[in-house]
């Protein structure tokens, strides 16, 4: 499906969720900060009429150059696929049981910060993802919890190697971060505050900000 469709499936489901809000090829949970949140509706390369939903979230405050899934989940269809088809006569009414089954419950429970940090931290168990544990340690300072922050942080540089472009940045990041936080300035906040501002103009998200 190409964008133009997907925004059209995203319409029709609209009026079920008077709460959110039609955006691009998102249905979006306001409020956006500090967390953003949402169904977000992908093409699929399978065939012109298959597509993928996935219900995401994402701090604010957590440095992104795209609306990314890391922290997301596929909805699925009630065989247990991921791809859902708009050749099924039924795929409005089969796509709103699986948002109000398993998508709104999921989405519902991040609305705060201190919610971010209990989502990251179950994302962040036993995983090696650098984004979860990003999440976890930012969310952490950002919550105030400053001595967890700084050992999250530790956990994530350990994760992240200097000779990989994308990792070096998310270690100069992080380190900035730590070096905040250590010296007890009152710039943690200005910090996290200033990538949330840059995240709005990045996203575009400036008209549900």
């Known amino acids: 499906m190409n964008s133009k469709e997907l925004v059209s499936l995203a319409r029709r489901l609209l009026p079920q969720y008077p709460s959110m809000i039609l955006h691009r090829t998102m249905l979006v949970m306001p409020p956006v900060n500090p967390v953003f949140r949402g169904l977000w509706f992908e093409g699929s390369s399978f065939d012109a009429k298959s597509f993928y939903v996935w ?10 150059k795209m609306i990314s899934f890391n922290l997301g989940k596929r909805v699925r269809v009630e065989s247990g696929g991921d791809r859902w088809s708009s050749a099924d006569d039924q795929v409005v009414e089969s796509l709103n049981r699986a948002i109000r089954s398993d998508a709104l419950p999921f989405l519902s429970e991040l609305k705060s910060v201190q919610d971010a940090v209990r989502a990251a931290r ?12 990003e999440a976890l340690a930012y969310s952490l300072a950002k919550a105030g919890d400053v001595e967890a922050a700084v050992e999250s942080i530790d956990v994530l540089l350990e994760l992240l ?9 998310l270690k100069t990041r992080a380190l900035s971060l730590k070096e905040a936080i250590i010296a007890n300035n009152g710039d943690v906040i200005k910090i996290l505050d200033g990538w949330t501002a840059e995240n709005i103009r990045q996203l575009g998200l400036e008209q549900l900000a």
């Open 122 to 133: 179950h994302a962040a168990d036993g995983s090696k993802d650098p984004f979860a544990h």
């Open 161 to 169: 190697s200097p000779l990989i472009p994308w990792q070096a940045e």
């Open 55 to 64: 219900a995401f979230w994402m701090p604010l405050y957590v440095p992104a």
